[in-house]
């Protein structure tokens, strides 16, 4: 279960939540606290009532992300104003450009988990091995992560401007045909061009998957061409680094802009066919949900017919009623793995296990999919009492 493992620990790196929960904040604090950052991005705040809110912390991480640097903000609300502008000029047809483009984005988006998880720590690496890891990060994560968001992105725009346009028109256009278009055409044109080398994201592409990166006096040369004009930029280590990160947050923000437009039409949208994403992104947001309700997930244990997840308390509330409150991560964990019988173990925040609830996979399909009501599955879900004092994890 390595893959969940580190899915688990970029929540606790990365989210607010289980801090929150620490500090004393209740599932209802913070579900307000997400709103509040989701909503002035919304010109139909009333909807986000509707959206789980595994869905909707992620996307609050990643605005209180972009958030941080103003150029980024500025570009999260350009790149947002761009769809928005395409919908009033022709509903219908931005609608079927969102729809054309969800199975080549959710393919996009798991490419990225797929280099997430194959990333490795970059600190020991001599020079001439980071450069060759983070361009070929790099060069990955433009091709087949940034290029379709800004394709699609691409034929919003063109739907602005009353371009007659199809999804095959766009996709067979080469990557550098699309970024120079978007860079004369976008009113945030440099989403494209990201400070501060000021340089084409195709330009970075082309360094990455050509190989035209040497090392130079401890320095890594970055050549690339315009036109029949061959251009340097020289790095230092970390700068380099920086390059990477810079791109992921090009993809960070076109990706949310996409999302939060996507969760503020949901009304025009409705019937629209959506596409389920990877595995891995679905646990991910389940973990996420579990995080807002104050608890940490220590363990996922699947074996033969069992899927067994184990979770700790963040906060020092009632144990008994904390571990009755996680017995509802039955049906997720079901709805993950599919196995005849499911476990959940509270572990409080001492690191002492408490609870353990367990219910036939049947009966948490019956509650997934809607055969019977969640509130039938606590008559069927079996509760064990753990009085042992095993210190299992935390303190």
């Known amino acids: 279960m390595k893959v969940h493992e580190k899915l688990i620990a970029s929540i606790r790196a990365h989210s607010p939540y289980l801090s929150w929960a620490a500090e004393g904040r209740t599932p209802d604090e913070v579900k307000a606290e997400t709103l509040a950052i989701l909503r002035p991005h919304f010109q139909n705040p009333s909807v986000l009532t509707d959206v789980p809110i595994s869905i909707l912390a992620h996307e609050a991480v990643s605005i209180s992300n972009i958030q941080v640097d103003a150029w980024a903000s500025s570009m999260l609300a350009g790149v947002l104003a761009e769809y928005r502008e395409a919908l009033a000029q022709d509903q219908r047809e931005s609608v079927a450009a969102l729809e054309a483009w969800d199975e080549p984005i959710a393919r996009a988006m798991s490419e990225f988990m797929s280099l997430y998880l194959m990333e490795v720590d970059k600190t020991g690496l001599e020079l001439d091995e980071l450069r060759l890891e983070v361009l070929r990060n790099v060069g990955g994560l433009l091709e087949a992560c940034v290029q379709p968001q800004l394709k699609a992105l691409l034929h919003q725009i063109r739907i602005r401007r009353r371009r007659k346009t199809d999804v095959e028109d766009i996709l067979a256009l080469k990557f550098g045909a699309a970024v120079e278009e978007l860079h004369q055409t976008l009113r945030a044109p440099g989403i494209v061009e990201p400070p501060p080398w000021d340089i084409k994201l195709h330009h970075w592409r082309n360094v990455a998957q050509h190989h035209s990166a040497t090392i130079q006096n401890g320095r890594i040369v970055c050549n690339y061409r315009i036109g029949k004009v061959t251009h340097q930029i020289e790095l230092t280590r970390d700068e380099l680094v920086a390059v990477a990160r810079k791109m992921q947050e090009v993809l960070g923000i076109v990706r949310t802009a996409r999302s939060i437009f996507i969760a503020d039409n949901v009304v025009a949208l409705?019937?629209?066919?959506?596409?389920?994403?990877?595995?891995?992104?679905?646990?991910?947001?389940?973990?996420?949900?579990?995080?807002?309700?104050?608890?940490?997930?220590?363990?996922?244990?699947?074996?033969?017919?069992?899927?067994?997840?184990?979770?700790?308390?963040?906060?020092?509330?009632?144990?008994?009623?904390?571990?009755?409150?996680?017995?509802?991560?039955?049906?997720?964990?079901?709805?993950?793995?599919?196995?005849?019988?499911?476990?959940?173990?509270?572990i409080d925040k001492s690191g002492r296990k408490c609870l353990e609830a367990a219910a036939s996979g049947a009966d948490c399909e019956d509650v997934s999919e809607e055969r019977v009501t969640f509130e039938t599955l606590a008559d069927r879900v079996m509760f064990r009492v753990v009085d042992d004092e095993e210190r299992t994890c935390g303190t």
Do not use: C, K, M
């Open 270 to 346: 409705r019937g629209r066919r959506v596409v389920e994403p990877r595995p891995e992104i679905l646990f991910f947001q389940f973990a996420v949900g579990i995080a807002t309700q104050g608890f940490n997930i220590v363990d996922v244990d699947v074996s033969g017919d069992v899927a067994h997840l184990h979770v700790q308390d963040a906060t020092d509330q009632d144990a008994r009623l904390r571990g009755v409150h996680a017995s509802q991560f039955l049906v997720g964990t079901w709805a993950h793995f599919h196995r005849p019988l499911v476990r959940v173990t509270y």
